[in-house]
């Protein structure tokens, strides 16, 4: 993907905003160039800036007190954690990174694996003790090749049994390795919805698992089912990576569902932690094509870049609805094109988890106002904002950038909000259909009996299905394998 490539006209804004708001000529830092670079960066773009009187234009009136202002942080991550907004609601998820390389591999889908993604979950009635569950295996890994599978259960790493005491007093980053073994269990789900009465037991099998470098194709799982005469597409989706490659895959097999003439459409983003906002945006097109032009998602950035906008080009904080696919260069030349497959649509489900974030939630929230959309599983993370990666260089762009360190920040740059103005759910998107995983029982992924998927066909088909109880125990999941990455619940802009 070529990542944050800004128009000419930004750029202009950015300059203007470092150099004229806070002229190099007053402030003559000699301090770490990183955390002056930190400063700087936070200042052009933090969606919450306004909220934070230590990047206010004016919080500064002369050198000597921006320079023993950056001198009392001894790291970058000091002062950048300073910076933010209300973490415990508003911004959860702006990161700072020394190492940006790794992170533009993981936006290429990009990542050091052993191929198993797992939840760790602790039972409540168990103590302290917690269990991994293995969601899928990727193909041509070492999990794979291991015969390692989805349900599978295991407990312990290298020997050890992992616990959970509080977020200080806790082992669970032992699953954190290049390489180690896990110890498998049993799980025991007592017949029963409510975790209260399940339990979990080692066994004496272990597996060797190493990691290495690979490459996720986001597309998982697609399926054309055929149930009770109609013709279901199923599509398991698990990152919005915005690679070239990866985008005319998804489109192609939009295509197949089109030239199968499917009839509705089951979207699995249970363990989707988002990506791409260009990505969504298509993504959304593809299930649609009957309201090509208008608005799909709006932007709502900090003050100085709201007004700008609004002032010079009101229509750069649109995201409408499109029949094509397309990148530009920085040059403004035309990089890559497809004409988008629509399937016109006006009703489709989507598979949730807690898991669900960002980019997968904007398919969600962007969609709602046109079609009627169908959620089933669990209540989502909570992201509405997106990000993008603020490198050390003139207008903060890989271009020019400083090759003394490898810093770079990934912080919160705007919110979104449909076509009605729906924002600010941080406490996630509630399910139209409740129904938690059971770890006794995870089904096949792309299978009409796996729970989430059977409960989507139950009611496209409109067969009798049972009640699903809101009320029962659902264990805490504590963490998932995606969250080790360098940007976990990531909805960023190209």
Known sequence: MQHLKIPFFLCALVLCLTNCAKDEDDFLVTTSEINDFVWKGMNAFYLYKDNVPDLSD??????????????????PEGLFNSLLYNTSTEDRFSWITDDY???????SGESVTHGMEYGLVLLQNTGNKVFGYVRYVMPNTDAEQKGIKRGDIFNRVNGVELYYNSSTDTNIDLVQGTSYTIGMATYDDNGTEDSDDDSFESISEEVDLVKSSHTENPIYKQEVLN??????????YNAFTGTDAFDSQLNSAFGTFKSEGISDLVL???????GSVSTA???????TGQFTGDVFVKEEWNSDWQTYFETNSPEAILNPFVDTMEKRSTSGSVSFSETINHLNLSKVYVLTTRSTASASELIINGLTPYIDVVQIGGITTGKYQASRTVYDSPTFSKAEVNTKHTYAMQPLIFKSLNALGNTDYFNGLT??????ENYGNLGVLGDVNEPLLAAAIADITGTSRRQYSTDVSIPKELSHSKMLQPLPNAMYVD
């Not at 390389?101 to 936006?107: R, S, V």
């Not at 149930?227 to 398991?236: A, F, P, Q, R």
């Not at 699995?268 to 988002?274: E, K, S, V």
């Open 58 to 75: 004016a919080r500064f009136t002369s050198n000597t007190e921006y320079q023993n202002f950056l001198n009392g942080f001894s790291t």
């Open 431 to 436: 399910p139209d259909i409740t129904l938690s």
């Open 281 to 287: 945006t298509w993504l959304a097109s593809m299930i």
């Open 227 to 236: 149930v009770n005469g109609k013709k279901v597409g199923y599509l398991m």
């Open 268 to 274: 699995d983003l249970r363990y989707n932690p988002g």
């Open 101 to 107: 390389i790794a992170l533009e591999q993981q936006f």
